[in-house]
């Protein structure tokens, strides 16, 4: 069983398209995030939902919204997609905010941008 | 803003070393620390997480410890295996929000 899943694993599509990702996780979990893992490797946050319920919106530019229809789910839509935007993103779910419970994280999105 | 350094960037050593990890954080106000492990086109597995409070945390051969204070934590691994290869990743989670500042990671290499 999937914990953390995200669709799709790769995503390629051309300069200026718009595009979404889709995260749900099973764990119950009332937090999720969404992270920006860039070519050297280092993992930002970007978004972080408490129950549906925007917390944290880092510097991230507007072009990325994303939307909790419910707390088991956050997807990540990017419009206007810009060379700059390739990376990896993870989703990622806890408990919940100031929890003793480990982040899990999905197994990445690679979005390519040609 | 707390920023977290892992060195080395990479590591490679022979089957069956012991080795350390390390990761350094600017701000000591953090609510617990995480190591993961990140394998080539996978997400990110949770090794071990230390409470503010504690001064290690040990799961098998992986033992992590934290002095706060100093701003520092380590990863020891014991009698390593080609099966460790993979990126190692710290991360600070902060008294006040609901995220995880990262290191730049370090990728260890065990040669058989």
């Known amino acids: 069983d999937t914990a953390v899943s995200q669709t799709p694993k790769y995503l390629v599509t051309q300069m200026g398209n718009d595009k979404s990702i889709k995260c749900e996780q099973n764990?119950?979990?009332?937090?999720m995030y969404w992270y920006k893992q860039d070519s050297k490797k280092f993992l930002k946050i970007m978004f972080s939902y408490n129950n549906k319920e925007l917390i944290i919106n880092e510097t991230v530019p507007n072009r990325f919204s994303p939307k909790s229809p419910d707390k088991a789910h956050l997807n990540l839509h990017i419009n206007s997609l810009e060379l700059g935007d390739s990376a990896v993103y993870f989703c990622?779910?806890?408990?919940?905010?100031?929890?003793?419970?480990?982040?899990?994280f999905g197994d990445g999105t690679r979005l390519s941008i040609l | 803003k707390q920023e977290v350094t892992q060195i080395p960037a990479a590591l490679s050593v022979p089957e069956g070393e012991n080795l350390v990890l390390n990761c350094s954080f600017t701000d000591s106000a953090i609510y617990n620390l995480q190591w993961f492990r990140q394998d080539p086109g996978k997400g990110l597995t949770s090794l071990l997480l230390i409470q503010s409070s504690q001064r290690e945390q040990t799961s098998g051969r992986l033992n992590a410890s934290l002095d706060k204070s100093s701003g520092r934590s380590t990863l020891y691994i014991a009698a390593s295996q080609p099966g460790d290869s993979a990126t190692y990743l710290c991360?600070?989670?902060?008294?006040?929000?609901?995220?995880?500042?990262f290191g730049t990671g370090t990728s260890l290499t065990v040669i058989p």
């Open positions: 990622a779910s806890s408990q919940g905010p100031q929890d003793y419970q480990p982040q899990h």
């Open positions: 991360a600070v989670r902060p008294n006040t929000g609901n995220q995880f500042y």
């Open positions: 764990l119950g979990h009332d937090t």
